[in-house]
């Protein structure tokens, strides 16, 4: 688009428009309708392009557009199919976005996000085919009062070129809808976990009107996997969310304690049991069947039995968070350091059960520790 320049009768003044001048006696310059057509056809392409319909009455659906047209990008260049998108991501130390509930006396109260936090998520350039990933800035949130005894997902998507939340009710175990997106304050299916197009901030489910509705975040990061190395005697946390299906542990105990006896164990809240045997060269058979069978009582991930033991013990777990509860088994090996014999190796097989609370969500799981040289932690989420 330029000036009419190709028309005589415009009456352009080096090349542009002109006012009347009734004083020197000089007429104004003309709008040809071909050219007034071609501005405005020009202005509407980039509205429809925004995804927006014309209003004559609206005056800043241009700036709308642009920004709409600009956060998709003029061409595909930059796309990539949506199977190729990376996940969705919270710039958090954790991956997790921090969510305040807030009672209210006539309803199962709300949540809000602070402003402030990046997030990565994926925009469509063509529906169902192709996007590219952005990152945003929140801006503060609050949701509208939530129903009494209810659970609900905190989610959110690229609405319009913005990053937009909502909440959708649902269950833990909903399915992925074929979109990969989930409906705005949908009242079902709102569980699934999060896509390269739609991030699931957290699980939250309200009691009473009047109560607190309980939040369970949920980590968005590349990768779902912790390790740490620790010394002394002390806690670590593994870290767990309502879309855990399952989980690994590996703990390595490569360098024995020089004088102790290095002990890994779970923190005894929340166990309700389990057993274990045991198996070595010269001796074989079980012992303590019931081990972990007191409820309370401190289930044994490793123990050296003697001084200089190294050991190594892998555990797997599933998980039901309908249910707030978890099965989980161990499985150790045993070696005294420097022994040239056998006799000094255990296998050790066990089992337990653990029921969840508020704060395994919050915190993660606590594992103690004694007497540790070099102790690592290896411990990956299973989706």
Not at 72 to 98: C, E, F, H, Q, Y
Not at 172 to 183: H, M, Q, R, V
Not at 198 to 226: E, F, H, K, M, Q
Not at 291 to 314: E, L, P, R
């Amino acid at each position: 688009m330029d000036y009419p320049n190709s028309v005589p009768s415009a009456g352009l003044v080096n090349g542009k428009f002109v006012d009347e001048n009734p004083l020197m006696g000089t007429p104004g310059s003309l709008i040809p309708a071909s050219w007034g057509n071609g501005v405005t056809q020009e202005i509407v392409n980039v509205i429809k392009a925004g995804d927006l319909t014309p209003d004559e009455t609206k005056y800043d659906q241009l700036l709308q557009a642009i920004q709409s047209v600009s956060a998709k990008g003029w061409n595909l260049d930059s796309a990539m199919p949506i199977g190729s998108l990376p996940p969705a991501t919270v710039a958090t130390a954790d991956g997790r976005l921090a969510v305040t509930p807030m009672a209210a006396s006539t309803s199962g109260g709300k949540v809000s996000i602070p402003a402030g936090v990046l997030i990565s998520l994926g925009q469509e350039v063509v529906a169902g085919q192709v996007g590219r990933n952005r990152t945003f800035t929140t801006q503060a949130w609050s949701s509208a009062d939530l129903l009494p005894t209810s659970g609900y997902f905190l989610r959110a998507q690229v609405i319009g070129g913005v990053l937009t939340f909502y909440m959708q009710r649902g269950t833990i175990y909903d399915a992925t809808p074929d979109g990969l997106k989930g409906t705005v304050n949908g009242a079902a299916g709102g569980g699934f976990q999060s896509t390269p197009l739609d991030i699931c901030i957290a699980w939250v489910v309200t009691a009473a009107p009047g109560s607190v509705p309980t939040v369970r975040p949920i980590y968005n990061r590349n990768r779902l996997a912790w390790t740490q190395t620790v010394n002394g005697n002390g806690v670590v946390y593994l870290p767990l969310d309502p879309h855990a299906r399952a989980a690994r542990l590996v703990v390595g105990n490569p360098m024995p304690h020089a004088t102790g006896i290095t002990t890994v164990s779970f923190a005894p809240g929340g166990w309700m049991g389990g057993n274990y045997s045991y198996l070595s060269p010269v001796s074989t058979g079980a012992s303590g069947w019931d081990g972990w069978g007191t409820v309370g009582a401190s289930a044994c991930i490793f123990t050296s039995n003697v001084v200089n033991d190294t050991t190594v013990s892998t555990l797997t777990a599933s998980f039901d968070h309908s249910e707030l509860r978890s099965l989980w088994q161990c499985y150790q090996a045993e070696h005294t350091y420097n022994s040239g014999i056998a006799a000094s190796d255990e296998l050790l097989l066990s089992m337990g059960i653990k029921t969840f609370s508020q704060p395994d969500y919050s915190n993660g799981i606590a594992i103690n520790f004694s007497s540790a040289v070099n102790v690592n932690f290896s411990w990956e989420l299973i989706r």
